[in-house]
């Protein structure tokens, strides 16, 4: 039997990462079963769904690294679909048609509630399955006897008594069908072998199977996983920081630390915490979803970003780089390469918003200098020796100006001048970087390069001489 899942969200908004897990976790069940993975958008909510919010999931998704392998269908295209099986339904007896006024049925609701009774649709419409003459909802007549059995991969067993459950309205009187309806009749269609979704759903899956049971389709098997929740033990939301996928990426983050902190937040393989996508599809399933929810800690998620920067291509970084700092206003063409750029950075930088940040100062036409630290090191004193070092770093050619030879430069003028290192590499920094806090010395003065690397030490020179 081939393995098949599928990811379905309704467009009504961006792609949070609470469905990014659920459209992960799906995705490496197949992608382990070798079997295929399926996306679908339940637009039936056509007040709420935009083509908009489709873009922003479909994008989201991309960024993610999950392809898929059909679709994506949109349940609005499905609609003769849904309407031949409810006709199904009817013709059948299983289904009918309910003429109840919403105020008739809050009324029931309200007087139920005050009994101390569940809430239940009363059967008054059951038998009705002749088409009536006024607009009618059609309900799914749901057996009183007898309980209905989730054998769930996740949270194990679970038991409901038929009697709890009252008869489900599977198309509106709008003509519109429902969506618990709409999912069975997709999942069954799409022959789909395993559905994991979060445990929200869990109420929902016994009316479902009795629907399944009602057509005689295959039950798939169930996983429902448990939710994020944020630090304060709280369902996740905004108030927790970003939740959207895509708000992700535009601070910094990159797909691959993402992906991995998501898998991990619910999942355990051990004490592994960090896995490449070949490690994650080998070892996933289900077997080792937890069943409580997962807490999302934003700290852990910037720990296991600054790892992937760190062990990211240098050129990939670059580009990554590029537009954050052209959004704020910098032509990367003027300055130094790039590539070069983000090798200096990339040990210190926890996001690629951060390292664009630091990167900054490479790109400025003129250094903008930390007043404490100009106060401190750019003085009468410290112009000898950066007229030292411009007097050294002239001579070396282009072809040597490498860390060796700006090092070799460095140790000569220590040696001259009878100074640490540190004497000489802050006042320096400051010259070119505006602060006392730089990547190494060495390595940005030959990033820079020789010709801008003079022009921002005798900038620095004249600076000190025009305040004395």
């Not at 199904?88 to 007896?93: A, M, S, V």
């Not at 003429?99 to 609701?109: D, G, V, W």
């Not at 000569?412 to 920094?429: M, N, S």
């Amino acid at each position: 039997m081939e393995v098949r899942t599928r990811f379905a969200p309704s467009p009504t908004g961006y792609l949070h990462v609470g469905g990014a897990r659920t459209a992960i976790f799906n995705w490496l069940f197949a992608k382990h079963h070798k079997g295929k993975f399926i996306l679908r958008i339940e637009d039936t909510d056509q007040e709420r769904s935009t083509d908009e919010s489709t873009n922003a999931i479909l994008e989201g998704m991309s960024w993610l690294g999950m392809d898929w392998d059909e679709g994506p269908f949109f349940q609005a295209k499905r609609v003769d679909i849904y309407n031949e099986h409810v006709e199904r339904l009817i013709k059948d007896g299983k289904a009918f048609y309910c003429t109840c006024s919403p105020e008739e049925l809050e009324a029931k609701r309200q007087k139920a509630l005050s009994e101390g009774k569940k809430p239940k649709y009363d059967g008054k419409c059951r038998g009705n399955t002749k088409r009536p003459d006024v607009p009618a909802a059609v309900r799914f007549l749901s057996p009183d006897e007898g309980y209905t059995v989730v054998d769930d991969m996740v949270k194990g067993r679970v038991v409901v008594d038929n009697a709890e459950l009252d008869d489900l309205v599977i198309r509106r009187s709008d003509g519109w069908p429902t969506y618990n309806f709409c999912v069975v009749i997709d999942d069954a269609t799409m022959k789909m072998t395993h559905v994991i979704r979060g445990d929200d759903h869990l109420n929902n899956t016994p009316r479902q199977i009795q629907m399944y049971e009602a057509f005689g389709y295959p039950v798939p098997k169930f996983g429902h996983v448990p939710m994020i929740l944020g630090s304060d033990k709280t369902r996740l939301s905004k108030r927790h920081g970003a939740t959207s996928v895509m708000a992700y990426r535009d601070m910094g983050y990159l797909p691959e630390a993402l992906f991995n902190y998501l898998v991990r937040l619910g999942w355990s393989h051990g004490d592994q915490e960090i896995f490449s996508r070949d490690q994650l599809i080998e070892a996933f399933d289900l077997e080792n979803v937890g069943k409580s929810a997962g807490v999302f800690n934003p700290e852990k998620l910037l720990w296991l970003n600054a790892h992937y920067i760190k062990e990211s291509d240098n050129r990939k970084l670059g580009s990554l780089v590029e537009p954050f700092l052209e959004g704020k206003g910098f032509e990367i063409s003027k300055g130094p390469n790039l590539e070069k750029v983000v090798v200096t950075l990339k040990e210190r930088a926890k996001t690629v918003l951060e390292m664009a940040d630091f990167a900054e100062f490479y790109y400025r036409d003129e250094v903008i200098y930390d007043e404490k630290a100009a106060e401190k090191f750019l003085t009468p004193e410290t112009s000898s020796v950066l007229e030292s070092l411009i007097a050294k770093l002239q001579p070396i050619s282009d072809d040597g100006f490498r860390h060796d030879g700006i090092e070799k430069a460095f140790k000569e003028i220590t040696e001259e001048k009878g100074l640490k290192l540190k004497e000489i590499a802050q006042p320096v920094r400051v010259a070119l970087t505006g602060s006392t806090i730089s990547p190494g010395i060495f390595e940005v003065i030959e990033v820079l390069g020789k010709g801008e690397t003079v022009k921002r030490l005798q900038r620095a020179i004249d600076s000190v001489s025009s305040k004395n």
